[in-house]
């Protein structure tokens, strides 16, 4: 079910439509209207709170053109901006490392034992069934300083005696890449699923190595679902700010953007900051979705 | 080259790959035969470690707050609304995740139809509408929906949630039924106009039931994405609390053990779900599938 959301955009179309006329304006007119009106107009009104001045009631504002606004926030918040970006890009090449091989003896090697197959990704998609708020907080128990790691850590000799891993920038990364494990790896295994083995014959009957006939033939045929997968990880790890909350695995260092646009508006109520921040924060995802689908040749996804 | 000259050939280089070939083909693969599964089997406990963790300690003897292990029991179990506002906060998700998956599959639903089969201008900056709000995080979202609300002059409580949860939901259901729809034989349908079906009847006689997988199987992913969000419910919750809200606010203080009951028993409920639908899926192919 979840497995053909993911990967679905990536499908060809295979009958194309025939027909056309005033029902499809009908068909399309109350979902389109919907999105139009609960999230274009909700991106227009973040951008008009973005350039908004206060005013002399705290949490009031006045319509303006605050540009300075956006200088604020990326003086104020740099940090967390690039601390954010960073976290994203390396929790995503972590669950990547282990989506893929993941992906890859499912989807190639259990073929032959299709009931043990459809075991295994129930396996996969188990963790959308269990509130992802309890996962986190499960690993923040299992990585706390009395936590069966930590003590078998501080044992080896690895960690020092005052060391700990919640609150730190590695938990962080360690919970964005939990999370979304799964997200990484259905759209891959629906695509290495659906690979026709007789191309690996053939790579190997032309006497390509094991790793040659990996790197050209079988890489470049799974890439719709690694950079699909790739998206559904990154652009949600960008924004997250649950793993990073400090009630979860973050500390006071490990700070990321959405913690910094969750605390402006539902606490400060600077509502200018957190929308001036949202708009940075979707702009710079955008340009580097759209530069990272154009370089890997796969636009038809969008 | 005769043919028998030929024959002979090609069962001597079988006979060769039998004996020799493999092995030595083989040889190198003995590492990454054992290394895959291996690794796999640990990339699948690393994923079900929390789960496991989640259920043990719904059956946790705690007292308030559920962090160290105190002894088994049921207790929780039998108590599970005792806790305030636990099991409010479960309604109130059940009420918005079926009020939201309903709203979202039947609009797009309509779009994916359309999308699948008309020509029409626009087609693209529809696409672009639709693919749009997944590749949007959801805080972006989440605020933007706030910020309207708030200018708007709107209270937020159910109804902001539900708007926003069937934003979302939207789009993953139209990505949904379009798969399902596109991978139709078009056959189907011209069999049935041709047996003087009315473009009605086609359309609910053969389209609409062969399209219901489809439907069904986002309309579970709609109510699994709404069960579980958190971000964009948080900015547009006010005082209502969803499961996840109750869970994040109760994090300071500590989960209580019932918070676990209810993650558990949803959990169990839609794994025998899938394990259900997907033996149901086997057995019917099975049976469509041609004898011999």
């Known amino acids: 079910m979840a497995i053909t959301a993911f990967t679905g955009a990536a499908a060809p179309t295979t009958n194309q439509p025939t027909r056309h006329g005033r029902i499809a304006f009908l068909l399309l007119l109350p979902g389109i209207a919907y999105l139009v009106l609960f999230f274009i107009v909700p991106l227009v009104s973040l951008v008009i709170t973005s350039l908004e001045a206060p005013s002399t009631v705290y949490g009031a504002y006045v319509y303006g053109f605050e540009w300075q606004n956006y200088a604020d926030v990326i003086g104020q918040y740099g940090e967390q901006i690039g601390r954010s970006f960073l976290y994203a890009v390396l929790a995503t090449v972590f669950a990547l490392l282990i989506s893929y091989p993941l992906a890859y003896f499912i989807g190639v090697r259990m073929r032959s034992k299709p009931v043990l197959q459809s075991f295994l990704v129930i396996l996969v998609i188990a963790p959308f069934f269990i509130s992802f708020l309890l996962r986190t907080l499960a690993w923040k128990q299992i990585l706390s300083d009395e936590g069966p790691v930590v003590s078998a850590l501080k044992a080896l000799s690895i960690l020092g005696p005052q060391a700990h891993l919640t609150g730190t920038p590695f938990s962080v990364v360690f919970g964005l890449t939990y999370n979304f494990i799964p997200f990484m790896c259905l759209p891959i295994y629906t695509t290495l699923e659906r690979l026709d083995l007789r191309y690996l014959e053939a790579g190997s009957d032309l006497y390509a190595s094991p790793a040659a006939v990996f790197r050209r033939v079988t890489l470049p045929l799974s890439l719709p679902g690694v950079v699909s997968g790739t998206l559904l990880t990154f652009i949600p790890a960008a924004g997250d700010y649950v793993n990073a909350s400090q009630e979860f695995l973050g500390g006071t260092s490990s700070t990321m953007i959405g913690n910094v646009i969750q605390s402006n508006f539902l606490v400060q109520l600077n509502y200018p900051a957190a929308a001036a921040l949202s708009i940075l924060l979707m702009a710079i995802i955008l340009v580097i979705v759209g530069v990272y689908v154009k370089r890997s040749g796969t636009e038809d996804l969008l | ?292």
């Not at chain 2, 839609?270 to 041609?290: D, Y």
């Open chain 2, 1 to 292: 080259m005769t043919l028998q000259e030929g024959a002979v050939l090609s069962r001597e280089v079988a006979r060769e790959e039998q004996s020799g070939a493999p092995k030595a083909r083989r040889s190198p693969f003995t590492l990454g035969r054992w290394l895959l599964p291996t690794y796999s089997v640990l990339a699948l406990v690393f994923l079900l470690v929390p789960i496991v963790y989640t259920i043990v300690f719904s059956f946790n003897s705690s007292v308030k707050s559920n962090i160290a292990w105190r002894g088994f029991t049921f207790r929780n179990w039998f108590t599970v609304c005792d806790q305030p506002g636990v099991c409010q906060a479960f309604g109130n998700s059940i009420l918005i995740g079926v009020t939201a998956t309903v709203l979202a599959t039947v609009l797009g639903t309509l779009i994916a139809l359309a999308l699948t089969r008309y020509r029409f201008r626009g087609r693209a900056a529809v696409n672009l509408l639709i693919f749009l709000p997944m590749a949007t995080p959801e805080v972006v979202m989440g605020a933007g929906l706030a910020a309207q609300f708030l200018s708007a002059g709107i209270d937020k409580g159910i109804g902001t949630i539900i708007i926003a949860h069937t934003m979302f939901c939207l789009s993953f259901v139209v990505v949904t039924v379009k798969a399902r729809a596109s991978s139709l034989d078009p056959a189907l349908e011209a069999a049935g106009a041709d047996l003087y079906g009315s473009p009605t009847v086609v359309f609910w006689r053969v389209t609409f039931p062969l399209l219901l997988p489809g439907i069904l199987a986002a309309a579970l992913l709609s109510f699994s994405l709404s069960f579980d969000d958190f971000i964009i419910t948080y900015f547009n919750a006010g005082a209502v609390n969803t499961f996840p809200t109750y869970i994040y606010t109760a994090a300071t203080r500590g989960i209580p053990a019932s918070a676990n009951v209810i993650a558990t028993a949803v959990f169990v409920l839609a794994i025998v779900a899938v394990v259900t639908s997907s033996v149901i899926g086997r057995m019917r192919a099975r049976r469509l599938r041609p004898p011999g």
